[in-house]
């Protein structure tokens, strides 16, 4: 199993160059699943640097999804467990996991014109009349549910693509940007715990009324308009939010 060390004669900052070994190492599954990953002491003996450097890298790792933390038990790898970083741009989940080496696949499960709901149009500022393009997608992870989400966008009638073109994009947002140059800037997450409705519990293959964790977020266009809402709901034996809180 190879070992890497630090080039202490490189312009790249020793912190970084930490992480980047770290990452490989995660990467050809080195660190054992469900067991603490190295300790600050560990690497610091194992690099010969101060705490300093290595607190950066690990932050990093955390806010980059890569490991994550639990006090007083230590540091963990994501091999088994996805962890959602803060910092992960919309639609970008399919595409995280798989740079992170996991086997994520996802399922275009419907796309069609609906008329908004009751608590669409609230959102959304709809009339009952008026039409949004929903989408349904299924993520798996290693062949298993991971995440249903479904997403709603007050967008011209005429953006209306198919399946195999949602797939290859591996996001709607994608194909918003590309064909009517409208780019989904960010977005306003609400997340709450739940328990699986019936449809929830059918899509996602576990009971009704399993633990479940849901994220609503509205989206917004770059001029900060209101453009869409997305439901997400997650298995939340299989999931992992890490966020960062500042004092």
Wanted: hydrophobic share 40%; charged share 25%.
């Amino acid at each position: 199993m190879k070992k890497y060390t630090i080039d202490r004669s490189s312009s790249v900052p020793i912190y970084k160059q930490i992480k980047e070994i770290l990452i490989k190492e995660l990467q050809a599954a080195e660190g054992v699943t469900g067991r603490p990953f190295s300790t600050e002491q560990e690497l610091v003996q194992r690099f010969h640097v101060s705490r300093a450097p290595v607190r950066q890298a690990l932050k990093e790792l955390a806010n980059e999804g890569y490991v994550y933390r639990e006090r007083a038990k230590g540091t963990f790898p994501v091999q088994a467990l996805p962890v959602r970083p803060q910092g992960l741009e919309l639609g970008g989940l399919v595409g995280f996991l798989r740079d992170q080496g996991l086997e994520c696949t996802s399922k275009i499960l419907s796309v069609d014109r609906v008329l908004p709901t009751e608590k669409l149009c609230a959102i959304l500022g709809l009339e009952p009349s008026d039409t949004v393009l929903r989408t349904s997608r299924l993520i798996l992870l290693k062949g298993k549910p991971l995440v249903w989400t479904q997403t709603y966008l007050a967008v011209s009638e005429d953006f209306l693509p198919n399946a195999q073109e949602l797939e290859e994009a591996e996001s709607v947002f994608v194909l918003l940007e590309r064909e009517q140059g409208i780019f989904i800037s960010r977005g306003d997450h609400l997340i709450c715990a739940s328990g699986a409705n019936a449809m929830e519990a059918e899509i996602l293959g576990i009971n009704s009324g399993d633990p479940a964790l849901i994220i609503e977020t509205k989206l917004y266009s770059r001029n900060d308009r209101l453009i869409g809402w997305r439901r997400a709901v997650h298995i939340a034996d299989d999931y992992k939010f890490s966020f960062t809180v500042n004092r």
